[in-house]
């Protein structure tokens, strides 16, 4: 199936499968965007198609009917405002259009950026538990023993018992061997 914004080929993740247009939430949302601005440029040119008639019928109800020169005027100084009001009006929606999309744009990429932090996070966190088990693996690591100072801690403790013995042990230990 393929995205109907894009138009690359993607596997539907939904229930409904026909009901799945676009790739990602991107696409649909792009795709928004541009129907929503399809649809006030419309009613945008539609409003000026019934303004310009409007201002056509007006213009011929007018020239038929001959009133006083300062009633025409009052009548083009109001047509001339309320096209101004329209004027500023369409520009008014078409600068909050603008600022809804940039609006969305930076909060898609505030999504992306949160999205890449949160993954970040957790492996981040990985690592933590991986550093908390080697530390109890070599907390509870039993410590290599060695002969000499185990012999030696021995005899300092038999010394505070029996001093004597202790040291009659030591001078026949500690002895140079005759070749």
Do not use: W
Request: with cysteine; net charge negative.
């Amino acid at each position: 199936m393929n995205c109907n914004e894009c138009n690359i080929e993607f596997t539907p993740t939904r229930l409904n499968v026909e009901g799945q247009k676009y790739c990602s939430i991107r696409c649909r949302n792009l795709a928004a965007q541009k129907r929503q601005r399809e649809k006030i440029i419309s009613n945008y040119q539609k409003e000026n198609e019934v303004t310009i008639s409007n201002d056509i019928a007006k213009n011929n109800i007018d020239n038929r009917e001959n009133e006083s020169p300062s009633r025409q005027n009052y009548n083009r100084q109001s047509d001339n405002n309320i096209i101004e009001n329209r004027h500023f009006n369409y520009k008014t929606h078409i600068g909050l259009v603008e600022a809804n999309f940039e609006t969305k744009s930076d909060l898609i990429l505030c999504r992306i950026q949160l999205d890449y932090a949160n993954k970040e996070k957790e492996v981040l966190k990985q690592k933590i538990k991986d550093l908390e088990i080697e530390i109890f693996d070599l907390e509870n690591e039993e410590k290599e023993v060695n002969p000499q100072q185990e012999l030696i801690s021995n005899l300092i403790k038999g010394f505070a018992t029996d001093p004597v013995g202790v040291l009659n042990f030591a001078k026949t230990m500690f002895q140079p061997k005759t070749v």
